[in-house]
T-cell receptor, first 114, second 110 residues
Framework: DAGITQSPRHKVTETGTPVTLRCHQT?????MYWYRQDPGHGLRLIHY???????DKGEVSDGYSVSRSKTEDFLLTLESATSSQTSVYFC?????????????FGPGTRLTVL | GQNIDQPTEMTATEGAIVQINCTYQ??????LFWYQQHAGEAPTFLSY????GLEEKGRFSSFLSRSKGYSYLLLKELQMKDSASYLC???????????FGTGTQLKVEL
C-alpha cells in the first residue's frame, strides 16, 4: 500500500469556521491531489500540486486553497466552511505527471459542516 | 466539457461474469483507469488502458476503443467480495488530472 495518511479522518464543524485537512505521504512522490466525493457526482478534483510550492486549480476549486511547503505534506484549507462543503475528501499521489502513472488514494476524511 | 457515463447499479450472481461499461466524451484523452471502491474506503487501482484492446489481469480485464470513446471492465468468476463501486476515470490533461464517472455500484448475490 502507498504510504498516504490523512488527518483528521472525521471532522464536524460549523458554518463559517476555517478548516484544514492534511495529507501526508512517505513515498516522496512529486504529484499530490485533493478530490471530493459526493453522491451523484463521483470524485472531483479540487486542487493539485506538481512540486513544492507549485499548485494548480482543479474542477471545483472555489472556496478552497492549498499549500505545499514540503514534498510530503499537502494541505487543503476551507477558509470559511459552508454546508455545501460537507463531503468526503480524498488525497491522492502519483510519482509523475505522465498518463501511465497511477494515482494512489489516501483513506479519506469525512467532513460535516453544520 | 467532460462527460463520462457509467450505469448506476448492476446486480450479478456469484461465479458469473459481469461487464461494466463506460463511455466518455472529453476534451483530451491520455488514458483510462478503472478503480474499485468498497463502501467507506478509498478507491484502489484496477487497470489502465491507453491503447485500443484488452488488458487482462487475473479475474479482471479492461477493454478500450478510443475511436468509439468506450471502455468496459470485465469481472470473471464473481465473488461476494467483488460487491463494490467501480469507477471509470479518464486522464484529460497535463498533470495526470483525472475526470471520474459517477461509478457503478455492483452487487454480487448468491
Amino acid at each position: 500500500d502507498a504510504g498516504i495518511t490523512q488527518s483528521p479522518r472525521h471532522k464536524v464543524t460549523e458554518t463559517g469556521t476555517p478548516v484544514t485537512l492534511r495529507c501526508h505521504q512517505t513515498e516522496n512522490h512529486r504529484y499530490m491531489y485533493w478530490y471530493r466525493q459526493d453522491p451523484g457526482h463521483g470524485l472531483r478534483l479540487i486542487h493539485y500540486s506538481y512540486g513544492v510550492k507549485d499548485t494548480d486549480k482543479g474542477e471545483v476549486s472555489d472556496g478552497y486553497s492549498v499549500s505545499r511547503s514540503k514534498t510530503e505534506d499537502f494541505l487543503l484549507t476551507l477558509e470559511s466552511a459552508t454546508s455545501s462543503q460537507t463531503s468526503v475528501y480524498f488525497c491522492a499521489i502519483s510519482a509523475a505527471g505522465t498518463g501511465a502513472d497511477t494515482q494512489y488514494f489516501g483513506p479519506g476524511t469525512r467532513l460535516t459542516v453544520l | 466539457g467532460q462527460n463520462i457515463d457509467q450505469p448506476t447499479e448492476m446486480t450479478a450472481t456469484e461465479g458469473a461474469i459481469v461487464q461494466i461499461n463506460c463511455t466518455y466524451q472529453t476534451s483530451g484523452f491520455n488514458g483510462l483507469f478503472w478503480y474499485q471502491q468498497h463502501a467507506g474506503e478509498a478507491p484502489t487501482f484496477l487497470s489502465y488502458n491507453v491503447l485500443d484492446g484488452l488488458e487482462e489481469k487475473g479475474r479482471f480485464s479492461s477493454f478500450l476503443s478510443r475511436s468509439k470513446g468506450y471502455s468496459y471492465l470485465l469481472l470473471k468468476e464473481l465473488q461476494m467480495k467483488d460487491s463494490a463501486s467501480y469507477l471509470c476515470a479518464v486522464i484529460t490533461g497535463g498533470g495526470n488530472k483525472l475526470t471520474f464517472g459517477t461509478g457503478t455500484q455492483l452487487k454480487v448475490e448468491l
